[in-house]
């Protein structure tokens, strides 16, 4: 049942959501996230979280994790950032993320919300040049 409601909540929440450990492994990948990065979900299943993003972030992201777990100062876990990530074509995609926090069977995981904010900002472009 509760396995049920956690995939119908995957197939219809209308941002990309990625849940991962406090390892940074991705435990779930909704439908919008599998659009809007182009990854199956059994691609990225047990796979490090860092693989949706482009370098630097890709080979610092552990340690984002790591300082926030070791110090509890959240820099963006309570607020949203704009953030860059990568798609599986390489092809870069800048969106809004959010970061939920929560504590499942003793297990520490987070949840990110991420906003596509490519026609966002192609249209505030076109807006600007018409100025
Ligand atoms: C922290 C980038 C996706 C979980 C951070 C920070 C950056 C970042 C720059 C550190 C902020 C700082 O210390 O100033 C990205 C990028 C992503 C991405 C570019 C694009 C794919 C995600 C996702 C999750 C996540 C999908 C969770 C499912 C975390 C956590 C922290 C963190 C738990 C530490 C807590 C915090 O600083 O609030 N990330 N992230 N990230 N990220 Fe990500």
Redesign the pocket.
């Known amino acids: 049942k509760r396995e049920a409601q956690l995939n119908s909540i995957l197939a219809s929440v209308p941002d990309?959501m990625?849940?991962?450990d406090a390892e940074?492994i991705?435990l779930s990948f909704s439908h919008a996230a599998q659009r809007m990065f182009g990854y199956e979900e059994a691609e990225v299943l047990g796979k490090n979280?860092?693989m949706?993003?482009?370098s630097p972030?890709?080979e610092?992201?552990d340690g984002?994790?790591a300082?926030?777990?070791e110090t509890g100062?959240?820099?963006?876990?309570?607020?949203t950032?704009r953030?860059?990530?990568?798609r599986k074509d390489g092809t870069l995609v800048p969106?809004e993320?959010a970061?939920g926090?929560a504590t499942g069977g003793g297990e520490r995981v987070?949840?990110?919300?991420?906003r596509d904010l490519t026609d966002q900002e192609a249209t505030a472009a076109r807006l600007q040049d018409l100025q």
């Open positions: 990309a990625v849940v991962i940074g991705m979280v860092s949706l993003m482009p972030d890709r610092a992201h984002y994790i300082r926030y777990l100062v959240a820099h963006i876990i309570g607020s950032r953030v860059i990530g990568c969106h993320l970061i926090e987070f949840t990110g919300f991420m």
